[in-house]
Every structure is written in C-alpha cells, then in structure tokens.
C-alpha cells in the first residue's frame, strides 16, 4: 500500500484513440497508448498497443505493455475509465492481479450503468459475461462533486484521490491521462481531439 505519495510519483496513464463504430465490422483497432510520468512533473516515455473494437483485449495489452516495457518503477496504473475501443472493458482485477500495481479510474461523468447494459444486451451475444465485468468494478467515489469521479483497486480511495491530485496540473484530468488522450487521437486522426 501507498502510504504517502510523493510528487515525483512514477505513473503510468491509458487512454485509446478515435475509432468508428463501424469499424469492428471489419476487425476493426485502434491505438492503446500509455503515457509514463513522474507525478504531474516530467513525461518519461510512452508505451502502445492496437487493441480490438469492441473486443476482449483491452487488459491484456496493458498487461502486455507494462510488463514488457522497460518501465520497471511504476507505482500506480491508471485509467480513463474502463471501457475502451467501444465496450473492449478492461479488468480491473486481473489488471491489478498481474502487473501488481494499484489500478485508480477516473473519469468525468457518473456513468449510466442501466444505459450501458441496455446497449450490450441489445448489440452483443456475450453481452451478460461484459455486464459481470462491468458489475465487479469497484463503486465510483465522488472526488469533485459532479465534476470527477474514481475509482481504485489496491489502493484505498483516500490515497487514491492523493494520487489523482499529485498528477493533475491544469483542470480536472491527471496529466498522464490528458497526455496519452492527445497522443493517441493525433495518431489515429492526424489531429489530438479535445477531451
């Protein structure tokens, strides 16, 4: 367990680039990219992977690319929410499980679980194995009222919402998450997308 963070914390932060609906229909990928920091400080280097529209991929590539990178000083994973790609949902435990790092989710808006389950049994035939997953990810905590809400897994809330404050330096979003956005939809588009 994390019991002070440091502003020099080593992070690590997911974020997926643009991607069509419609490309799943041809095997369709986009880019996983993972931006390494040192707290809010410095950028270390950044990591990739092309994960599956709407697949079963999304943890295993970040599994993959911590484990194989030469970023053996990280101290926490984190996420900008737990669906990628479409509903590709990541893990969160067997994340944590296998890289044993803490794993902490942030995300802007509380989101419409009741939605998100309409949608896959709607669209998907595995949809109630995606639903188990999206149901055994930890409760949101409210950090910023209406505004930011996260999420962690080996790490208890409190240090949690330290660590989200130690690696956010301009508006609500840390700063390996801002940067892994921009990075991966400027590759998949040619131009970052606002967040």
Do not use: C
Not at 129 to 144: H, K
């Amino acid at each position: 367990m994390i019991r002070k963070v440091k502003r020099e914390i080593r992070v690590i932060g997911f974020d997926d680039g643009t991607f069509s609906f419609s490309d799943k229909l041809g095997g369709g990928r986009t880019l996983l990219v993972g931006v390494v920091m040192k707290g809010a400080l410095e950028v270390v280097g950044a990591l990739s992977r092309w994960i599956s529209v709407d697949g079963w991929d999304a943890t295993e590539a970040m599994v993959d690319a911590i484990l194989n990178s030469r970023f053996k000083d990280l101290r926490v994973i984190m996420l900008k929410g737990v669906t990628y790609a479409g509903f590709n949902i990541v893990d969160l435990g067997r994340l944590h499980r296998e890289t044993g790092l803490p794993v902490v989710v942030v995300v802007r808006k509380r989101p419409n679980l009741r939605a998100m389950e309409e949608a896959l049994r709607k669209h998907f035939p595995d949809s109630e194995r995606r639903i188990r997953l999206l149901r055994s990810a930890p409760p949101l905590f409210e950090l910023i009222p209406g505004k930011l809400y996260i999420q962690s897994v080996g790490v208890d809330l409190e240090t949690a919402a330290e660590i989200v404050r130690v690696t956010t330096s301009n508006g609500l979003i840390p700063e390996p998450l801002r940067l892994a956005h921009i990075i991966a939809s400027a590759v998949m588009t040619g131009e970052s997308k606002r967040e």
